[in-house]
């Protein structure tokens, strides 16, 4: 890095430089990197399969899947409106919840579907493209699901808490033991391995993907606002 830098180049191409590094020199190298970056003002290419890298370190980043461009975008505008399912997907750690979900109406401004586990959810994407029954993938991220006490068919059980220091990690299970579901909160927690509950999403956060993987977009309501 050092000679390469040394001629001033006006793009630098730089190929997972960090991969063979421990953890906390990860942590110092790409503080380095971001400083170099800013001082000598030259365009850098990163590659990179570390989300944490990209995030991190990028102003603008491109997502590949296979070949192809799945997304380009800033940090915020991948994990906050991801274009795809695979991008809602490597985008964010823990991973974003995936949930199958049945389209019941859907206009112009919004649609109503009916989520595994959770019961019927009015959200703001605009699902007049798509007919009633449609199979869709409902996403949510591990901070934007709440824990209240259980309610009829919308019950989980716990099966893991992980403890993080400064945030809790809670395992969910539904009744039907499908996938595990993850909720993300500030450390203390006062949920425990073994108890019930139910899942209430964050509406204003929550994806919806079609069956090709493409994400619904908001409703005219939301686009104008």
């Not at 590659?47 to 940090?75: C, F, W, Y």
């Not at 007049?128 to 409902?138: E, W």
Request: hydrophobic letters at 40%.
């Amino acid at each position: 890095m050092g000679r390469a830098m040394a001629r001033e180049p006006r793009i630098l191409l730089f190929d997972e430089p960090l991969s063979n590094l421990d953890a906390s020199l990860r942590v110092q190298m790409r503080n380095e990197i971001a400083r170099l970056h800013n001082r000598l003002g030259s365009t850098m290419i990163y590659v990179t399969h570390d989300q944490v890298e990209a995030m991190t370190l990028a102003d603008k980043i491109v997502v590949l899947n296979r070949g192809h461009v799945e997304q380009v975008g800033s940090p915020h505008e991948l994990y906050q409106r991801p274009a795809t399912k695979f991008v809602a997907g490597f985008i964010g750690s823990p991973t974003m919840n995936f949930m199958p979900a049945e389209l019941i109406s859907g206009t112009a401004d919004g649609c109503r579907v009916k989520a595994a586990g959770i019961g019927d959810v009015s959200l703001p994407q605009a699902g007049d493209a798509y007919s009633q029954g449609t199979s869709l993938t409902l996403g949510v991220r591990p901070e934007h699901l709440r824990l209240e006490a259980p309610q009829g068919d919308n019950c989980f059980d716990i099966v893991n808490v992980e403890y993080l220091g400064n945030e809790v990690y809670v395992y969910l299970e539904p009744k039907a033991g499908s996938t595990l579901l993850i909720h993300r909160s500030e450390a203390p927690s006062q949920w425990q391995e073994g108890q019930q509950v139910s899942l209430v999403p964050d509406t204003e956060h929550v994806h919806l993907f079609d069956e090709s993987g493409a994400a619904l977009t908001l409703g005219n309501a939301r686009s104008a606002a």
